[in-house]
């Protein structure tokens, strides 16, 4: 008798995740002192101060499990946005209540998500392993989302469909007018859902928050983190805000302890911490001139970059991006190869305090210069 298959095709043809390399993992294999890393868009202020208060506060009570209705983050991220708290749900970071999302309205087998090229790993990787068929949109010129184009290729079997605004990688935003109208044109049985991960870091002045864009349709889904502008990635808390139907809907497959108490306590300590943010963003900005200024320095070598609205740059190369990655880690900087995007010949850089961009330009030059060089052999 054929033994019964272990997985579905899906699950077998999965590519997980692969995350940034962990600066300890970097020290453990080649033995550097002192690496940096560039490679997850974390803060590099470090967790706001607010919050680690609150966390240190808290410790001593770390043998309670965790409040299982997250009553404080809830009430916090309601107050924040000014919504009822019947419309709000928290996740182990962001990332949690994408998943959420695909497996409460996904009807796997049969539903298709759209999702943009170059967009955000974690929609395709959790839209594949629900079963999800995807359906993937090139993007308009200068690497940012066809709206207009994914709301084409939307048709009766669609069910979800993801913007990232700003995006990752490309640290491209989509201004409020074509959102708006994308939220209108999208049938009103699709599940939209908008990633605003890197929203506390725009400066664009004709972007706007889809959280004020709310009244435009019902079945939307806006996600944020603390991951990044609030310095937490380690903490994993990040939110959601939707329609009380559908925050009722993901509620049902939530885990009862989704949330961890540190999560609990840090989230509104952080969003108390506005001053902490103002300083991220500023530190951010000058970080990206800095890097900016290296990159021009670098253009008569092939070097270019696309203009971000995020707290990283996505930079392409002359040649091979992982070779240059290869060269840099031996140099103790981690940034990101993006081959597994389809864009080989680009690097993510995540944005830092000037010291840490200083360095990495420096090994990114020399790094080319070792890669041309063995390239021209
Ligand atoms: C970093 C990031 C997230 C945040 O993930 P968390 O799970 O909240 O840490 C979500 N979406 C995008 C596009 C990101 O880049």
């Known amino acids: 008798m054929k033994m019964k298959r272990l997985v579905g095709p899906h699950i077998e043809s999965l590519k997980p995740y692969v995350p940034g390399k962990p600066l300890e993992e970097l020290e453990r294999e080649l033995g550097i002192k002192n690496p940096i890393k560039l490679a997850s868009n974390e803060n590099p202020l470090g967790p706001s101060p607010k919050a680690m208060e609150a966390m240190q506060a808290f410790m001593k009570k770390n043998h309670f499990y965790p409040d299982g209705a997250a009553h404080n983050m809830i009430q916090a991220v309601a107050a924040f946005h000014d919504v009822d708290p019947a419309q709000v749900i928290t996740g182990n970071g962001s990332n949690e209540l994408l998943t959420m999302a695909v497996r409460t309205f996904g009807d796997y087998g049969s539903d298709v998500a759209v999702i943009s090229e170059y967009s955000f790993a974690a929609y395709a990787i959790v839209s594949q392993a629900h079963n999800l068929e995807i359906r993937r949109v090139p993007m308009a010129e200068g690497y940012t989302?066809?709206?207009?184009?994914?709301?084409?290729?939307?048709?009766?079997?669609?069910?979800?469909?993801?913007?990232?605004?700003?995006?990752?990688?490309?640290?491209?935003?989509?201004?409020?007018?074509?959102?708006?109208?994308?939220?209108?044109?999208?049938?009103?049985?699709?599940v939209v859902l908008v990633d605003e991960a890197y929203h506390d870091y725009v400066t664009a002045d004709d972007y706007q928050s889809a959280m004020e864009m709310r009244d435009l349709r019902e079945r939307l889904i806006v996600t944020r983190t603390l991951s990044k502008c609030y310095g937490l990635a380690g903490v994993r808390a990040g939110y959601a805000v939707a329609p009380a139907e559908m925050v009722n809907r993901m509620n049902r497959l939530r885990e009862p302890f989704n949330c961890n108490s540190m999560a609990q306590v840090a989230l509104p300590a952080a969003l108390d911490d506005q001053e902490f943010v103002a300083r991220s963003v500023a530190v951010n900005e000058e970080g990206r001139r800095v890097l900016e200024e290296g990159l021009a320095r670098l253009a008569d070598r092939g070097v270019s970059w696309i203009p971000s609205q995020t707290n990283f740059l996505l930079v392409c190369?002359?040649?091979?991006?992982?070779?240059?990655?290869?060269?840099?880690?031996?140099?103790?900087?981690?940034?990101?190869?993006?081959?597994?995007?389809g864009l080989p010949k680009w690097l993510r850089i995540s944005l830092a305090d000037k010291e840490k961009m200083t360095r990495c330009l420096q090994a990114l030059e020399s790094s080319l210069d070792e890669v041309q060089a063995e390239v021209t052999l």
């Open 145 to 190: 989302f066809d709206l207009e184009a994914m709301a084409e290729a939307i048709d009766e079997r669609t069910k979800i469909v993801f913007v990232a605004n700003p995006n990752n990688p490309t640290g491209t935003y989509v201004p409020a007018d074509a959102l708006r109208a994308f939220l209108k044109a999208v049938p009103e049985e699709v």
């Open 317 to 341: 190369l002359p040649v091979e991006g992982v070779k240059v990655y290869d060269a840099m880690l031996q140099k103790g900087v981690i940034v990101r190869p993006m081959g597994g995007y």
